[in-house]
């Protein structure tokens, strides 16, 4: 998908192909079924995305982007469960904002993590219906180098 938005971007006279990529765009998107299959419980899933810190003039921190992060989630009728706060994760500095949505008779939980990285905005998110599916979803995230067991 961004490649062909890239694609574009060369095309358009008013858009470089060097904005293209400032832009951002999403880098992974991970179901544990399809988005469209229907399921009992909430469809599992982990978003990964990058957005120019550019676009946000002055942000300066990672907690920044919470607030534009709480605007949306609360346009899709989420709601706050815990204040944004930050911790250290492979050392670097992690924004976490936590919501939650009644969707039927089931609780949709969304973690969102996020990072300033090479003039990036790098956003996590998490999305499982109970906090304990999110948060093995969230420790499966890690920052530097991985190691392969037994060496």
């Given at each position: 998908m961004n490649a062909r938005e890239d694609g574009q971007a060369k095309s358009d006279g008013d858009k470089s192909a060097a904005?293209?990529?400032k832009a951002g765009g999403v880098l992974l998107a991970?179901?544990?079924r399809p988005p469209q299959a229907r399921g009992e419980?909430?469809?599992s899933s982990i978003l990964i995305a990058a957005e120019s810190a550019e676009a946000y003039p002055g942000l300066k921190e990672a907690?920044?982007?919470l607030g534009p992060v709480t605007e949306v989630a609360q346009a899709q009728g989420l709601e706050v469960v815990n204040?944004?706060?930050e911790f250290v994760l492979g050392g670097k500095?992690?924004?976490r904002g936590d919501f939650q949505k009644d969707v039927g008779k089931r609780v949709m939980r969304q973690s969102t993590l996020v990072v300033l990285a090479r003039g990036y905005v790098v956003s996590f998110t998490f999305i499982g219906g109970t906090e304990d599916e999110v948060e093995e979803l969230i420790d499966g995230l890690g920052f530097g180098?991985?190691?392969t067991p037994g060496r």
């Open positions: 904005d293209a990529g991970a179901f544990s419980d909430v469809n907690a920044q982007y204040e944004p706060y500095t992690v924004v180098a991985s190691r």
